[in-house]
T-cell receptor, first 113, second 115 residues
Framework: GDSVTQMEGPVTLSEEAFLTINCTYTATGYPSLFWYVQYPGEGLQLLLKATKADDKGSNKGFEATYRKETTSFHLEKGSVQVSDSAVYFCALNSNSGNTPLVFGKGTRLSVIA | EAGVAQSPRYKIIEKRQSVAFWCNPISGHATLYWYQQILGQGPKLLIQ????????DSQLPKDRFSAERLKGVDSTLKIQPAKLEDSAVYLC?????????????FGNGTRLTVT
Protein backbone atom coordinates (compact mmCIF):
# COMPACT_ATOMS: atom_id res chain seq x y z
CA GLY A 1 0.00 0.00 0.00
CA ASP A 2 0.88 3.67 -0.11
CA SER A 3 3.38 4.88 2.47
CA VAL A 4 5.47 7.89 3.42
CA THR A 5 8.87 7.87 5.12
CA GLN A 6 10.24 10.98 6.81
CA MET A 7 13.57 11.65 8.42
CA GLU A 8 13.63 11.00 12.13
CA GLY A 9 13.55 13.94 14.48
CA PRO A 10 13.91 15.92 16.49
CA VAL A 11 15.77 18.49 14.44
CA THR A 12 17.29 21.41 16.33
CA LEU A 13 18.56 24.44 14.42
CA SER A 14 19.72 27.92 15.22
CA GLU A 15 17.74 30.84 13.88
CA GLU A 16 18.54 31.67 10.24
CA ALA A 17 19.92 28.18 9.54
CA PHE A 18 18.97 26.23 6.41
CA LEU A 19 16.35 23.52 6.87
CA THR A 20 15.85 20.28 5.00
CA ILE A 21 13.39 17.60 6.08
CA ASN A 22 13.56 14.55 3.86
CA CYS A 23 10.45 12.76 2.68
CA THR A 24 10.17 9.80 0.33
CA TYR A 25 7.08 7.94 -0.69
CA THR A 26 5.79 4.69 -2.12
CA ALA A 27 2.62 4.81 -4.12
CA THR A 28 0.94 3.36 -7.16
CA GLY A 29 0.30 5.83 -9.92
CA TYR A 30 0.88 9.53 -9.46
CA PRO A 31 -0.16 10.77 -6.03
CA SER A 32 -0.55 14.33 -4.81
CA LEU A 33 1.98 15.27 -2.13
CA PHE A 34 1.53 17.53 0.87
CA TRP A 35 3.37 19.00 3.81
CA TYR A 36 1.30 19.68 6.93
CA VAL A 37 2.50 21.56 10.01
CA GLN A 38 1.33 21.22 13.59
CA TYR A 39 2.24 24.12 15.86
CA PRO A 40 2.19 23.52 19.63
CA GLY A 41 -1.37 23.21 20.90
CA GLU A 42 -2.90 23.57 17.45
CA GLY A 43 -4.36 21.33 14.77
CA LEU A 44 -2.73 20.23 11.55
CA GLN A 45 -2.51 22.92 8.90
CA LEU A 46 -1.70 22.53 5.23
CA LEU A 47 1.69 24.12 4.54
CA LEU A 48 2.09 23.37 0.84
CA LYS A 49 1.25 20.84 -1.82
CA ALA A 50 2.18 19.59 -5.28
CA THR A 51 -0.09 17.57 -7.50
CA LYS A 52 2.18 16.43 -10.32
CA ALA A 53 5.80 15.66 -11.09
CA ASP A 54 8.21 18.61 -11.08
CA ASP A 55 5.65 20.88 -9.40
CA LYS A 56 7.07 23.04 -6.64
CA GLY A 57 4.86 23.88 -3.68
CA SER A 58 5.76 26.95 -1.65
CA ASN A 59 4.39 28.88 1.31
CA LYS A 60 5.81 31.04 4.12
CA GLY A 61 9.35 30.63 2.76
CA PHE A 62 9.07 26.83 2.67
CA GLU A 63 9.46 24.92 -0.59
CA ALA A 64 9.20 21.32 -1.75
CA THR A 65 9.57 19.88 -5.25
CA TYR A 66 7.75 16.75 -6.41
CA ARG A 67 10.52 14.47 -7.72
CA LYS A 68 9.03 11.45 -9.43
CA GLU A 69 12.40 9.95 -10.37
CA THR A 70 13.51 9.80 -6.73
CA THR A 71 9.96 9.51 -5.26
CA SER A 72 10.79 12.40 -2.95
CA PHE A 73 9.22 15.61 -1.67
CA HIS A 74 11.84 17.16 0.60
CA LEU A 75 10.87 20.26 2.58
CA GLU A 76 13.33 23.18 2.57
CA LYS A 77 13.58 26.66 4.00
CA GLY A 78 16.52 28.97 3.55
CA SER A 79 16.39 30.73 6.91
CA VAL A 80 14.32 29.34 9.77
CA GLN A 81 12.81 31.40 12.56
CA VAL A 82 11.89 30.51 16.13
CA SER A 83 8.24 30.67 15.07
CA ASP A 84 8.83 27.74 12.69
CA SER A 85 9.21 25.38 15.64
CA ALA A 86 6.56 22.73 15.07
CA VAL A 87 6.00 19.17 13.90
CA TYR A 88 6.05 18.71 10.13
CA PHE A 89 4.19 15.88 8.40
CA CYS A 90 4.67 14.69 4.85
CA ALA A 91 1.57 13.11 3.32
CA LEU A 92 0.26 11.74 0.07
CA ASN A 93 -3.10 11.22 -1.52
CA SER A 94 -3.70 8.90 -4.42
CA ASN A 95 -5.33 10.61 -7.36
CA SER A 96 -7.74 7.74 -7.91
CA GLY A 97 -11.06 7.27 -6.18
CA ASN A 98 -11.92 8.14 -2.60
CA THR A 99 -8.51 7.55 -1.08
CA PRO A 100 -7.59 9.38 2.12
CA LEU A 101 -4.33 11.08 3.10
CA VAL A 102 -1.51 8.81 4.22
CA PHE A 103 0.90 10.51 6.63
CA GLY A 104 4.51 10.05 7.62
CA LYS A 105 5.43 9.88 11.28
CA GLY A 106 6.29 13.56 11.53
CA THR A 107 9.50 15.46 12.22
CA ARG A 108 9.75 17.78 15.19
CA LEU A 109 11.68 20.97 14.49
CA SER A 110 13.00 23.20 17.26
CA VAL A 111 14.56 26.52 16.32
CA ILE A 112 16.59 28.28 18.98
CA ALA A 113 17.45 31.97 19.04
CA GLU B 1 -15.09 30.63 7.22
CA ALA B 2 -15.39 28.77 10.49
CA GLY B 3 -13.02 25.85 10.86
CA VAL B 4 -13.63 22.24 11.85
CA ALA B 5 -14.96 22.15 15.39
CA GLN B 6 -14.23 19.30 17.77
CA SER B 7 -15.19 18.63 21.35
CA PRO B 8 -14.20 17.94 24.00
CA ARG B 9 -10.63 19.16 23.78
CA TYR B 10 -9.40 16.77 26.46
CA LYS B 11 -10.84 13.62 28.03
CA ILE B 12 -9.49 11.33 30.72
CA ILE B 13 -11.24 8.01 31.35
CA GLU B 14 -10.47 4.68 32.94
CA LYS B 15 -10.04 1.55 30.84
CA ARG B 16 -13.27 -0.25 30.01
CA GLN B 17 -15.24 3.00 30.18
CA SER B 18 -16.89 4.49 27.11
CA VAL B 19 -16.25 7.86 25.50
CA ALA B 20 -17.64 9.87 22.60
CA PHE B 21 -16.13 12.63 20.50
CA TRP B 22 -17.99 15.13 18.37
CA CYS B 23 -17.01 16.87 15.14
CA ASN B 24 -18.69 19.59 13.09
CA PRO B 25 -17.00 19.99 9.71
CA ILE B 26 -16.72 23.13 7.65
CA SER B 27 -20.08 24.01 6.17
CA GLY B 28 -20.63 22.41 2.80
CA HIS B 29 -17.81 19.91 3.11
CA ALA B 30 -19.10 16.56 1.91
CA THR B 31 -16.21 14.39 3.05
CA LEU B 32 -15.36 13.87 6.71
CA TYR B 33 -12.50 11.88 8.20
CA TRP B 34 -11.58 10.65 11.65
CA TYR B 35 -7.89 10.07 12.27
CA GLN B 36 -6.10 8.64 15.31
CA GLN B 37 -2.72 10.18 16.17
CA ILE B 38 -0.72 8.25 18.74
CA LEU B 39 2.12 10.17 20.38
CA GLY B 40 5.18 10.24 18.14
CA GLN B 41 3.35 8.90 15.08
CA GLY B 42 1.55 10.36 12.12
CA PRO B 43 -2.23 10.42 11.93
CA LYS B 44 -3.83 7.13 10.93
CA LEU B 45 -7.21 7.03 9.21
CA LEU B 46 -10.01 5.40 11.18
CA ILE B 47 -13.01 6.16 9.00
CA GLN B 48 -14.01 8.28 6.01
CA UNK B 49 -17.54 9.50 5.26
CA UNK B 50 -18.91 10.91 2.04
CA UNK B 51 -22.05 12.79 3.07
CA UNK B 52 -23.72 10.30 5.44
CA UNK B 53 -22.27 7.15 3.87
CA UNK B 54 -19.11 5.30 4.91
CA UNK B 55 -16.42 5.22 2.21
CA UNK B 56 -13.61 3.50 4.13
CA ASP B 57 -13.67 1.99 7.60
CA SER B 58 -11.16 -0.76 6.97
CA GLN B 59 -8.87 0.43 9.78
CA LEU B 60 -11.59 1.04 12.36
CA PRO B 61 -11.47 -1.51 15.22
CA LYS B 62 -15.13 -2.30 14.92
CA ASP B 63 -15.29 -4.41 18.06
CA ARG B 64 -14.91 -1.24 20.13
CA PHE B 65 -15.06 1.79 17.84
CA SER B 66 -18.13 3.13 16.08
CA ALA B 67 -18.85 6.29 14.17
CA GLU B 68 -21.82 7.89 12.56
CA ARG B 69 -22.60 10.94 10.50
CA LEU B 70 -26.33 11.41 10.62
CA LYS B 71 -27.75 13.85 8.07
CA GLY B 72 -24.31 14.15 6.47
CA VAL B 73 -23.17 17.04 8.65
CA ASP B 74 -21.67 16.53 12.11
CA SER B 75 -20.24 13.24 13.29
CA THR B 76 -19.59 11.33 16.48
CA LEU B 77 -16.90 8.76 17.18
CA LYS B 78 -17.41 6.39 20.09
CA ILE B 79 -15.12 3.98 21.89
CA GLN B 80 -16.67 1.28 24.08
CA PRO B 81 -14.93 -0.16 26.02
CA ALA B 82 -11.71 1.85 25.97
CA LYS B 83 -8.28 0.26 26.26
CA LEU B 84 -5.00 1.78 27.39
CA GLU B 85 -3.69 1.72 23.81
CA ASP B 86 -6.53 4.01 22.72
CA SER B 87 -4.75 6.93 24.36
CA ALA B 88 -4.18 9.30 21.46
CA VAL B 89 -5.35 12.49 19.82
CA TYR B 90 -8.46 11.98 17.70
CA LEU B 91 -8.52 14.32 14.75
CA CYS B 92 -11.48 15.20 12.60
CA UNK B 93 -10.94 16.61 9.12
CA UNK B 94 -13.14 17.63 6.23
CA UNK B 95 -12.80 18.48 2.58
CA UNK B 96 -15.30 19.65 -0.01
CA UNK B 97 -14.34 16.89 -2.41
CA UNK B 98 -12.51 13.61 -2.60
CA UNK B 99 -9.60 12.44 -4.62
CA UNK B 100 -6.13 13.69 -5.31
CA UNK B 101 -5.06 17.21 -4.63
CA UNK B 102 -7.78 17.96 -2.10
CA UNK B 103 -6.23 19.31 1.10
CA UNK B 104 -7.87 18.34 4.36
CA UNK B 105 -8.95 20.90 6.92
CA PHE B 106 -8.31 19.64 10.44
CA GLY B 107 -9.85 20.44 13.78
CA ASN B 108 -7.71 20.89 16.89
CA GLY B 109 -8.39 17.33 17.98
CA THR B 110 -9.51 15.61 21.18
CA ARG B 111 -6.72 14.32 23.40
CA LEU B 112 -7.85 11.08 25.06
CA THR B 113 -6.01 9.61 28.02
CA VAL B 114 -7.05 6.14 29.17
CA THR B 115 -5.78 5.18 32.62
Amino acid sequence: GDSVTQMEGPVTLSEEAFLTINCTYTATGYPSLFWYVQYPGEGLQLLLKATKADDKGSNKGFEATYRKETTSFHLEKGSVQVSDSAVYFCALNSNSGNTPLVFGKGTRLSVIA
Amino acid sequence: EAGVAQSPRYKIIEKRQSVAFWCNPISGHATLYWYQQILGQGPKLLIQFQNNGVVDDSQLPKDRFSAERLKGVDSTLKIQPAKLEDSAVYLCASTPETGGGSPLHFGNGTRLTVT
